[in-house]
């Protein structure tokens, strides 16, 4: 039955000649690793060496940097070499509270080196002192190499006793006793050297003290002219903030009354807006009523003298309407007389009289009707230029009364032609037949 194994693996990258990641397994027992010369068996000795905190020849290397890959014709040179101890610490060998533990060393070629304890960095010292724990620290026979039993067994009795003392951990505490020798003697080394500063400081130190009294009134002072300073600062602050709220609160009061003038302002601004607006509309209405005025003005020009005109016609019409009435007088008396004279006689020209008389008084219709419907018109077209707002109800009562008055006039006009007409007519065709026969026609 073979023992659990206490290296379970080695992890190896960039370390000399191990430029892919490898991972080298170990089981219980005795493990071997055969292979011919420059397989780089050596090499998995020097990471473990390595890994463990070996700083010396024992790596066959110059510099520390030597062991990162330096490439090759076919691969390039890396910039790290990274190697990690896996051990198994079940039976607690090492005074960590970790059943698997990884010891991880990495050497990058600016110089720096980081120690990993299960993956977290840990300084050298605490390294060392965890492996010297468990006797694997500064350790010679840790790793045996070839020949190194042939020299043990060929030693002499009193070479052999470092041997058994390094195997028994003997030698471990000579090194703690030699190192806190050292130490001691270090330290008194420098309580010596502290006594020589203190002799030689003590008497500078009274007068030290007496400027640290200095320094300390003079802290004092500054400290009561910083409290005055500060005072004096918090009451021009306080002045200041005072000033402040009265300047924010004029401020206000101001802005306000600026907001109440400008409302005011604008207020004012829409209302001479509207009197310009009423203004425009008056002058606007004035405009048209002047317009309309002049209109009127002119209209009753118009009619002034349009009705002169008519007065003036109407005159003549009454100086006509005289005239025609003694002319219709002496006419109706002279009718009358031929009217009672000839009387007799037309009853025997009664047939053909009223064929004359039918013909005479087409003959006057159309001589006469021309002249009274020209007449006509001229009265209409004077009723409708007297068509105004202004004169509307006068005009048309002058109207009624001129225009009852032409028709009569027209009227009248027209029964005394067709009977005038009539009887020259007749007496014109009475003279012609030479018969002395007078024609009365009525009016109808």
Not at 132 to 151: K, R, S
Not at 162 to 182: I, M, Q, S, T
Not at 257 to 273: F, G, I, N, S, Y
Request: charged share 35%.
């Amino acid at each position: 039955m073979t023992a659990p194994a206490r290296l379970l693996a080695l992890r190896l990258q960039g370390f000399k000649s191990f430029a892919e990641r490898t991972i080298v397994e170990f089981g219980g027992g005795i493990s071997a690793v055969v292979g011919p010369n420059g397989s780089g068996k050596s090499n998995l000795a020097d990471a473990l060496r390595w890994s463990l905190g070996e700083q010396g020849r024992a790596l066959r290397s110059r510099k520390s940097e030597d062991v990162i890959f330096a490439g090759s014709d076919k691969r390039a040179a890396l910039g790290m070499a990274d190697v990690t101890l896996v051990l198994d610490n079940a039976d607690g060998l090492l005074p960590v509270d970790y059943s698997v533990l990884e010891l991880g060393r990495r050497l990058y070629r600016s110089g720096e080196n980081d120690y990993l304890l299960n993956k977290q960095r840990v300084r050298l010292r605490d390294l060392v002192e965890l492996l010297d724990a468990a006797h694997l620290a500064d350790n010679a026979f840790l790793f045996i190499g070839q020949g190194m039993v042939d020299q043990a067994l060929a030693l002499r009795p009193e070479e052999r006793r470092p041997l058994f003392e390094e195997v028994a951990g003997v030698r471990r505490h000579e090194r703690r006793r030699r190192k806190a020798e050292d130490q001691l003697a270090e330290s008194e080394t420098n309580l010596a050297r502290v006594e020589d500063i203190l002799a030689e400081l003590r008497p500078q130190a009274r007068r030290l003290a007496a400027q640290a009294e200095q320094q300390a009134t003079r802290l004092t002072a500054g400290e009561e002219l910083a409290d005055a300073l500060i005072l004096a600062a918090h009451s021009r602050w306080y002045e200041a903030s005072g000033r402040a709220s009265e300047t924010r609160i004029r401020r206000d009061r101001e802005r306000a009354e600026a907001d109440r003038a400008m409302a005011a302002l604008q207020a004012a601004e829409e209302t001479a807006a509207g009197v310009a607006a009423e203004l425009t509309e008056r002058a606007e209405a004035e405009r048209e009523r002047r317009e309309a005025h002049d209109a009127a003005r002119a209209s009753l020009t118009n009619l002034q003298l349009r009705a002169a005109r008519l007065a003036g016609d109407l005159e003549a019409i009454d100086r006509d309407r005289a005239r025609l009435s003694d002319e219709r007088v002496a006419a109706e008396s002279d009718l009358a007389f031929q009217r009672r004279a000839q009387f007799a006689l037309a009853e025997d020209h009664k047939p053909h009289i009223r064929h004359l008389a039918h013909h005479a008084g087409g003959r006057i219709d159309q001589n006469l009707l021309p002249l009274v419907r020209h007449e006509r018109r001229h009265v209409a077209d004077d009723r409708r230029s007297m068509r105004q707002p202004e004169f509307l109800v006068h005009v048309e009562r002058r109207r009624l009364v001129d225009g009852a008055d032409v028709d009569a006039i027209v009227h009248h006009l027209d029964a005394i032609g067709r009977d005038a007409v009539l009887h020259q007519h007749a007496r014109d065709h009475s003279r012609d037949r030479d018969e002395h026969v007078h024609v009365t026609v009525l009016p109808p």
